[in-house]
């Protein structure tokens, strides 16, 4: 993951790239220019390429990276001028290290087409939906339960439940919008919403490295969207687990069924015996794994299949690209909306001389007015393919050297 520089180290690189006249490298329309700093960077930066930048105008937006004590640093400006030989631009505001790409991005090459399709069955679906995408992934779960023998899985659902709690419900939402708190809040969030004790307070932290749980910072946020005055939000919290006291539940989980960015219902499971041990964080990794393994079988058994969507072709606007991924935009659109991190997607990169088919994920997102941006990772792309890929749009033939540089991770 690329890491934004602190401010005060940043300053001192800028000053750095002038005072020792550091290459900066900057691959544009397949050709790889070195640039250095004319000019000690303050509000502005002036850049003196070692020759013309075909096709550059004002305006266009250019990734440079330089290597300083064997640290790959990069960072992005916008054009502002072209004047005697020199590149004129905003001082950078971030620059980034430990880069997450392992091939440093270019401008698309003019006669590059790209299509995209969804990888697996898709759905447009009547339930909650939230903005994770979550896979199938049961397989590893096969030798313990039966995913197409939803009767039997219910009742070893039941089963084990009897064994950590005294009471338990399950709820697929059938197009039933949900009602009470608890329920709002699964459906917003996606996360599990864990009391392991309400004499206690909700959860501070989330130690799962993909965030599972409702942490206390995340159910305010949940009440203050709801309406709630930020001024009575801890006493919306107070009264909130002691009503759950008061109803003699002593320990709580409400964990989402989830299916692809969908939230189709949840499993709901109490302690309300004082002498009961209460939840631990082992009751949360098996419900949710009790959850996938039910909307897998909900899908196998055809429980989706009047929502689910014809595969077609689409094409967004590529903004870079390197040899490991591509950064594309897309409109808002219903379409859009399902471009989530996590999601896989079918990509055939169409040159003149030759079509490329690799699978992808997206691995980041962000938005503007009138468009998302879609970070996406190549997954299993062939080396023969990966070195055309490279040669392609960086114009020069794939070295040693190159591999060690561009890889952006030391």
Avoid: C
């Avoid at 070692?50 to 640290?71: A, E, M, T």
């Avoid at 950078?92 to 991005?105: A, D, I, M």
């Avoid at 997607?345 to 941006?373: C, H, M, W």
Wanted: net charge neutral; hydrophobic share 40%.
């Amino acid at each position: 993951m690329a890491t934004p520089i602190k401010r005060i180290e940043k300053d001192f690189l800028l000053k750095v790239l002038y005072d020792e006249q550091l290459p900066l490298m900057l691959f544009f329309n397949r050709v790889n220019y070195t640039l250095t700093v004319d000019k000690p960077p303050k509000e502005s930066i002036f850049l003196k390429p070692n020759d013309s930048i075909q096709g550059l105008k004002v305006g266009d937006r250019i990734d440079l990276i330089f290597d300083y004590h064997s640290q790959v640093i990069s960072f992005s400006l916008k054009v502002q001028s072209i004047k005697d030989s020199l590149i004129g631009a905003e001082a950078p505001e971030f620059l980034y290290k430990n880069l997450g790409r392992s091939f440093s991005r270019v401008h698309s090459p003019a006669d590059l087409k790209v299509e995209f399709t969804f990888h697996g069955d898709r759905f447009n679906l009547s339930f909650p939906k939230v903005q994770d995408y979550e896979q199938d992934e049961v397989v590893g779960f096969m030798d313990k339960f039966d995913p197409l023998n939803i009767k039997e899985l219910v009742n070893q659902l039941a089963s084990w439940v009897q064994e950590s709690a005294t009471g338990y419900k399950l709820v697929v939402f059938k197009g039933n919008k949900p009602q009470s708190m608890e329920e709002k809040v699964i459906a917003e969030t996606g996360k599990t919403l864990f009391l392991p004790s309400t004499q206690s307070e909700f959860p501070k932290t989330d130690p799962y490295p993909k965030k599972r749980i409702v942490t206390e910072e995340i159910f305010k946020r949940f009440l203050e969207s709801s309406g709630v005055d930020g001024v009575y939000v801890d006493d919306t919290v107070k009264r909130f687990l002691e009503n759950k006291k008061n109803a003699n539940v002593y320990s709580d989980i409400w964990v989402p069924i989830l299916f692809q960015e969908y939230v189709i219902g949840y499993i709901h499971a109490w302690i309300d015996s004082a002498g009961k041990p209460p939840f631990d964080y082992g009751v949360v990794d098996t419900l949710y794994q009790f959850g996938k393994i039910l909307a897998y079988s909900l899908k196998e058994h055809g429980y989706f299949a009047q929502g689910k969507i014809k595969k077609e072709p689409f094409q967004g606007r590529i903004v870079d690209i390197s040899a490991s991924g591509l950064l594309f935009a897309y409109p808002h659109s219903a379409l859009s909306s399902a471009l989530l991190p996590d999601s896989e997607l079918d990509v055939r990169l169409i040159t003149e001389k030759r079509t490329i088919k690799t699978a992808s994920q997206i691995v980041r997102r962000y938005r503007d007015p009138k468009n998302g941006f879609y970070g996406v990772r190549f997954l299993d792309i062939a080396p023969e393919d990966m070195r055309y890929l490279f040669e392609y749009i960086y114009g020069r033939a794939f070295t040693d050297a190159d591999a060690s540089f561009l890889a952006g991770k030391v």
